[in-house]
């Protein structure tokens, strides 16, 4: 149930509705926006359906909530949500995804040693990207593949931080590492194979760090809006959505890319969504024209793989931009970037 206040409603009008629904064992979402202040009710609403909510001084109206999730939706949350990364550490330059935001998050995909991702991070914040991404710990469909350098490739992409003050992005598979994790990265990334590990997604929710929350391989739109609400359910509201293509019978690319699920997203939901075509694609060609297509469907930001030397990269080099090829990426997707009014 939302419930909207008039124009002219007073914040006493607003704290008595709060106080007597949660005095029926209800919690409360407030969402106080530029036009409107929006109250979500959670929690089991048998339990005021005979409250006259509609006649409590400063309501305007009530209505029902269909959906399944609550404090993802638009309905809650009608202004879009803007999530800043890399605040309040020293030497950072923070960024701004969703609304009128544009951030480009680019790196390998695995953090292999200290010089490659310092490198590799000064040669991406040149072509203009705004984040460095790296794994740490790397979800192998192969036990025999690397798995990443753990807590000394956390070590290292903080290295590539204080080098060029971009905020780190990094992935967190084990609830025991959230906190770890958490301490080093800016923003940790749940990845597509653990979007529904769902102690994975209480855990995170309860850290204060945004989340970067993949979409699983055969995830719909609506579980991963159910995995977001876990999040924001622990309390933690910077939750930042990623399509990373899924699973179809198409096999002339690792995934099939659907972009539709970006407007979608963002007229079910406040939370920015951003567009991963390195893994959607599993090889290079094509990682710009499929960019382009995600900036025209209104994505917040993209996150692309780049290494300095794709042929010796311990995980996707196949699908890895060199920093050349990412240079000339950047300077292709800005105009697209610009002609939807967002700001990179
Ligand atoms: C990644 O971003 O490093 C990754 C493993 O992606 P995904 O979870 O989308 O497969
Ligand atoms: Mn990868």
Redesign the pocket.
């Known amino acids: 149930m939302i419930i909207v206040l008039a124009q002219e409603s007073t914040a006493e009008d607003r704290q008595h509705i709060v106080d007597v629904i949660k005095t029926h064992g209800l919690d409360v979402h407030i969402s106080i926006g530029k036009e409107r202040t929006i109250i979500g009710v959670i929690g089991d609403e048998s339990k005021i359906e005979n409250l006259p909510l509609e006649i409590f001084s400063g309501v305007e109206k009530v209505m029902q909530v269909t959906k399944p999730y609550k404090r993802v939706s638009r309905e809650f949350h009608p202004d879009s949500s803007v999530i800043t990364i890399g605040a309040n550490r020293d030497g950072t330059v923070s960024t701004k995804i969703g609304g009128e935001h544009f951030s480009v998050i680019a790196g390998p ?2 953090v292999e040693s200290e010089e490659q991702i310092i490198a590799t991070a000064i040669a991406v914040k040149k072509a203009g990207a705004t984040a460095l ?1 790296g ?1 740490a710990f ?2 192998r469909t192969s036990p025999y593949s690397f798995q990443g350098h753990g807590l000394e490739g956390l070590k290292m992409l903080s290295a590539a931080r204080t080098a060029t003050g971009l905020p780190v992005v990094t ?1 967190v598979m084990d609830t025991r590492d959230v906190e770890l994790v958490s301490e080093w990265a800016d923003v940790i ?7 529904q590990n769902f102690n994975l997604l209480r855990e995170v929710g309860i850290s204060r760090k945004p989340v970067l929350l ?2 699983g ?1 055969a995830a719909t739109i609506e579980d991963l809006l159910l995995s977001a609400e876990y999040i924001l359910a622990g309390g933690n509201e910077e939750v930042i959505l ?1 399509e ?2 899924i699973r179809t019978f198409e096999k002339a690319y690792r ?1 099939t890319a659907d972009l539709a699920a970006i407007p979608i997203i963002h007229e079910l939901s406040h939370l920015p969504i951003i567009f ?1 075509p ?2 959607s694609l599993g090889k290079r060609t094509h990682v710009t024209t499929l960019s382009c297509a995600a900036i025209g469907a209104g994505c917040d930001g993209l ?1 692309i ?1 780049v290494h300095l030397n794709p042929e010796v990269a311990l ?2 080099g196949p699908q890895c931009l060199t920093a050349n090829q990412f240079e000339k990426c950047m300077m292709k997707l800005k105009p697209f970037v610009e002609l939807t009014g967002k700001k990179l």
Not at 189 to 195: E, F, L, S
Request: aromatic share 0%.
């Open positions: 995909c695995s991404r794994g790397k979800p992935e990334q749940v990845g597509a194979r653990n979007m993949k979409r391989l990623c990373r293509g995934n991963d390195s893994h996150m793989e995980s996707d």
